[in-house]
């Protein structure tokens, strides 16, 4: 087993799931963004970790565009120095273009985190040697303006045979890499990781997520995140 092979068969599970309303549009970028998401797995996922560090789901300027979690387009390309090409969905919103690394648009989020992480660690090697980021669910959804939709707003038929498929998923990374912690970037990933890690010998807790629509974290979120960390036993 490998990172690789569980992103392929979550890939094949959530692909036969079915979404209605509200969502209009569902993107799945371990299908169309499949290389850059494997060269990634295979560059820094090799070996036990120390840390998993866990998000929700793909956003639309992020890993929908790079096909890495937490995508930011200028740290994909010139810290984790990935550059492999992106397809695109067969459905694609209007104003939410796929544009691979010529996507213009900033992903805060994920500018924040892997800029938390170049600052602390200085360089990927140094970061992924302790570390691994994750998302618990590969889906980005849409509603028809091309509002951002997460899993915790889709209707419960729908949202529990997906959350079972990135469970079984979260349990075989789990499984593979070892981690002594397993950090969820937001209540939600946390809270899914508590639930289906419970009874394995792994500590699961959260840090605050690093969205620009928190206004905790547009105060500092890393200095936040950082005590969050220490606090839960994470040595920096």
Known sequence: MSLATIARELCAEVERLHFGPP?????????????AHESYLRRYGAGEKEVVLLGMNPGPFGMAQTGVPFGDVATVRDWLRIDRPVGAPERQHP????????????????????????????????????????????????????????????????REPLLGACDRALRRTVALLRPQYVVGVGAFAAGRAAACLAGLDVRVSTVLHPSPASPRANRGWQEAAEAELRAAGIDL
């Open 23 to 35: 969502v209009a549009y569902v993107y799945n970028p371990l299908r169309y963004a499949r290389a």
């Open 95 to 158: 104003k939410r273009p796929v544009l691979g690394l010529g996507c213009p648009r900033v992903e805060v989020s994920g500018a924040r985190l892997w800029g938390w992480a170049r600052a602390r660690f200085g360089t990927p090697e140094r970061f992924f040697a302790r570390f691994f980021v994750a998302n618990y669910c590969p889906l980005c959804f849409m509603h028809r303006s091309g509002a951002n939709l997460t899993p915790d707003k889709l209707p419960a038929k729908e």
